[in-house]
Every structure is written in structure tokens, then in C-alpha cells.
């Protein structure tokens, strides 16, 4: 079975809080491969920082949003989603830049690493079936 979700902790304001990370979607992973894929030949090892450095403000909202939409931090009385649309679930992190950083790249990470896994994409691919 696929695991989507990774549970990790961040420091804020002294104090450990718990975080459940969930993959994106396909749709949303392979916007983040492309965003990938053009730095590849500007830059020859590219890092979390350059691909966030190399985004527009414009491609830079939609990305942050896009991952904080799939993670929740974990209270007491259950998970809450950090981001539900373009609306702060948890308002707590809306001026916290350090900690949407680091759930910002954690998420990343955690979304695409099945693809860079393992040799590559991690895909087992067959030629096409082209008969009539």
C-alpha cells in the first residue's frame, strides 16, 4: 500500500508541533517536476532553495499554496488543515515565514521523492500498443 502521509515536527515559538504532511496530487506533482525540469539546464544540481529562488511571485503563491493545502497541523483535538483554499485553517502560521518555509520544502520533498527514488522516476514503462 502507498504511503501519502508523513507525520513530522517543527519548533515554533520553543515548542515542538506536530505536522502531517500529505502528497500532492498527480496534477499538482507534475506542475512542481516542471518547475524542476527548467531549472535543470541553468543550474547542474539544483537545490529546494534554487527552485524556490527561480519561481515568480505569481508560480511561488500557487506552489506554497498548493502544498500547505495538503498539510495539517496536529492538535489536541484532532488534525486541522493549515491552508483549506487560498484561507489560513491555521492562522497561527500566517506570519510565520520560517515555519511555512520548512513545511513549504518539507512538503516538496515528501511529494516528489517516490519519483527520484530508486534510480529515476520510479516508473515501469512498456511500448505502446499502436496495432489497428
Not at 508523513?6 to 502531517?20: H, T
Not at 484532532?78 to 502560521?93: A, F, H, R
Request: proline fraction near 5%; aromatic fraction near 6%.
Amino acid at each position: 500500500m502507498r504511503t501519502v502521509t508523513k507525520d513530522i515536527e517543527i519548533r515554533k515559538d520553543g515548542n515542538l508541533l506536530g505536522f502531517r504532511l500529505f502528497k500532492l496530487d498527480a496534477f499538482s506533482g507534475v506542475v512542481l517536476l516542471r518547475l524542476l525540469m527548467r531549472l535543470e539546464g541553468k543550474i547542474e544540481h539544483p537545490t529546494m532553495l534554487d527552485l524556490i529562488a527561480s519561481l515568480s511571485e505569481e508560480e511561488l503563491r500557487s506552489v506554497m499554496t498548493a502544498v500547505l493545502n495538503h498539510v495539517s497541523v496536529l492538535l489536541p483535538a484532532g488534525p486541522q488543515p493549515v491552508m483549506t483554499g487560498s484561507e489560513w485553517g491555521y492562522p497561527e502560521l500566517e506570519h510565520d515565514t520560517r515555519s511555512c518555509m520548512r513545511l513549504l520544502m518539507e512538503g516538496i520533498a515528501w511529494s516528489l521523492s517516490g519519483f527520484f527514488g530508486e534510480g529515476g522516476s520510479g516508473m515501469e514503462t512498456a511500448p505502446a500498443d499502436t496495432s489497428p
